[in-house]
T-cell receptor, first 113, second 118 residues
């Protein structure tokens, strides 16, 4: 069974630029999560989707971050414009349904200069 | 509000020695508790979880953890460390939100990096 796929693995941008990350969850998994992991900290949930609907985006900085999961499968997370403090690893995870064990992708490491 | 505190950002043990990684939690509802491991440049992998029932939980790779309600703790142990155990370990608690009776979302601690010396 293929795992959660993410791309790119690494991204370096300058502040005020835009960036997008892509996630392909495990086949058949209805629930998808985006986390932000800042160096030295644990992952923090940014947004949770159930199929193509948002369940929880209470910690998403909506002035600069956006995410979508239009067909209930793949998802993209966008930052526009990026700030220095957005430097982090962005992790995607999926579950068969809400409450199941979360399976994590390898993450995208973003560096904002 | 739910929260997790992991004592010690770095722990170093010798190969074959006992591994003990500490986790204390705060939760306003009966907690679901988890330990995840993260190897360099990889995502998180579930080691074990406690939901209800037996308080001693066995996980993968020889790890186990014991839920102690009176101490609000969920420490992770392994009797004998192996070089391959070197990684970062995260304790997490469910956020208590009820999604149709499920465990809710995860709140992670800051992590403990485990080093294993030969």
């Amino acid at each position: 069974e293929a795992g959660v796929a993410q791309s790119p693995r690494y991204k370096i941008i300058e502040k005020r630029q835009s960036v997008a990350f892509w996630c392909n969850p495990i086949s058949g998994h209805a629930t998808l999560y985006w986390y932000q992991q800042i160096l030295g900290q644990g992952p923090k949930l940014l947004i949770q989707f159930q199929n193509n609907g948002v369940v929880d985006d209470s910690q998403l900085p909506k002035d600069r971050f956006s995410a979508e999961r239009l067909k209930g499968v793949d998802s993209t997370l966008k930052i526009q414009p990026a700030k220095l403090e957005d430097s982090a690893v962005y992790l995607c995870a999926s579950t068969l349904t809400i409450g199941d064990t979360q399976y994590f992708g390898p993450g995208t490491r973003l560096t904002v200069l | 509000a739910q929260s997790v505190t992991q004592l010690g950002s770095h722990v170093s043990v010798s190969e074959g020695a006992l591994v003990l990684l500490r986790c204390n939690y705060s939760s306003s509802v009966p907690p679901y508790l988890f330990w995840y491991v993260q190897y360099p440049n990889q995502g998180l992998q579930l080691l074990l979880k406690y939901t209800t029932g037996a308080t001693l939980v066995k996980g993968i790779n020889g790890f186990e953890a014991e839920f102690k309600k009176s101490e609000t703790s969920f420490h992770l142990t392994k009797p004998s460390a192996h070089m391959s155990d070197a990684a970062e370990y995260f304790c997490a608690v469910s956020d208590g939100k009820n999604y149709g009776g499920s465990q809710g979302n995860l709140i992670f601690g800051k992590g403990t990096k485990l080093s294993v010396k030969p």
